[in-house]
């Protein structure tokens, strides 16, 4: 069992930051890959962002490469999600994800945080 808690969100205003942060604890984060997702109301959640178990592979969605960059601290149990240049339309739910396998192309996400709020004000 993994549990995860993120933190970080809040409001913004357009062309701002936010870094995003996801605790792990239960099993050793370090033995999954990761995911950011995102949910805004009346629509479906997507990945935003995903990083496989030690780093080396990661994958974003069009919507958000150059502007997003994954990362994690297995030392530390954290995964992080850096947000520059953010866009109203980036206003969502975030949610972490931690997939069943160590490579995120090769398993579903199998455990999910509570989710953090991020609004973008224009």
């Known amino acids: 069992q993994v549990q995860l808690v993120e933190s970080g969100g809040g409001l913004v205003q357009a062309g701002g930051s936010l870094r995003l942060s996801c605790a792990a604890s239960?099993?050793?984060?370090?033995?999954?890959?990761m995911g950011w997702f995102r949910q805004a109301p009346g629509k479906e959640r997507e990945r935003v962002a995903a990083i496989n178990y030690n780093g080396g592979n990661t994958y974003y969605a069009d919507s958000v490469k150059g502007r997003f960059t994954v990362s994690r601290d297995n030392a530390k149990n954290m995964v992080y999600l850096q947000m520059n240049s953010l866009k109203p339309e980036d206003t969502a739910i975030y949610y972490c994800?931690?997939?069943?396998?160590?490579?995120?192309?090769?398993?579903?996400?199998?455990?999910w945080g509570q989710g953090t709020q991020v609004t973008v004000s224009s």
């Open positions: 994800a931690a997939y069943s396998a160590i490579l995120f192309n090769t398993a579903s996400p199998r455990y």
């Open positions: 239960g099993r050793t984060s370090s033995s999954f890959a």
